[in-house]
């Protein structure tokens, strides 16, 4: 993994004086270091901005940059990771430990993001619901199971599913999928219109209501043509 090289990289790099900073072709966000007319180690022009030529590093100085590298490369990943949507610290933590970055930096990736307002578990979990009601409406009891499935903490779940209304979230639901089984007999009706609802972890005392009131329209709507 490449951040777990750079820290194996702090142990056999030796001190000596800058003789070169050359900013990397594949990589313009990077500089490449050179100590005594030899390549060292690269690191983000960010880390490397405050260095210049002639600067004697020690060995410290060399694993304080590595380590300050290994940071800004990683926070940068989790920028990018949280550029797609919303994530939990937990999707974070996970994504980063996935491509090998120590917990310690982690957890500073975690902190500095939570700081910064990017990064918020009921922030994250109000988001979720929120998307889930516009677009995908489901059960208070589905959405949970979703959310500790990211690892959010119950207290933060409770505090997003909070004023959600079951009945309306499933009649919303049933009365996009009505007029496809609209042409339907009255139990096939309800074998379909009930499983549709059920799979989206509805309750059958919420479900029955709904499609009693739907299937009515259905034959009033029948009666009337």
Known sequence: MAFATAF???AITMAGTITELRVQKKRKDRVSIYLDGHYAFG??????ARLRVGQRLTDDDIAG???QDAF???YNSALNFLSYR???TAEVTWNLRGKGVPDAIIEA????LTRAGLLGDLSFAEYWVEQRERFKPRSARMLRHELRQKGVAAADIDQALQGLDEADSA???ANKRVRRYAHLDREEFWRKMVGYLQRRGFRYGTIKPIVQDLWQEIEHA???S
Request: charged share 45%; glycine share 0%; net charge neutral.
């Open 109 to 112: 990736v975690t902190e500095r």
């Open 86 to 88: 919303p994530r939990s």
């Open 72 to 74: 800004e490369e990683a």
């Open 43 to 48: 690191a983000k022009d960010i880390v490397a």
């Open 8 to 10: 194996l990289l702090v």
């Open 222 to 224: 029948k009666s009337d």
């Open 171 to 173: 009649s919303r639901l």
């Open 65 to 67: 940059l590595k380590e």
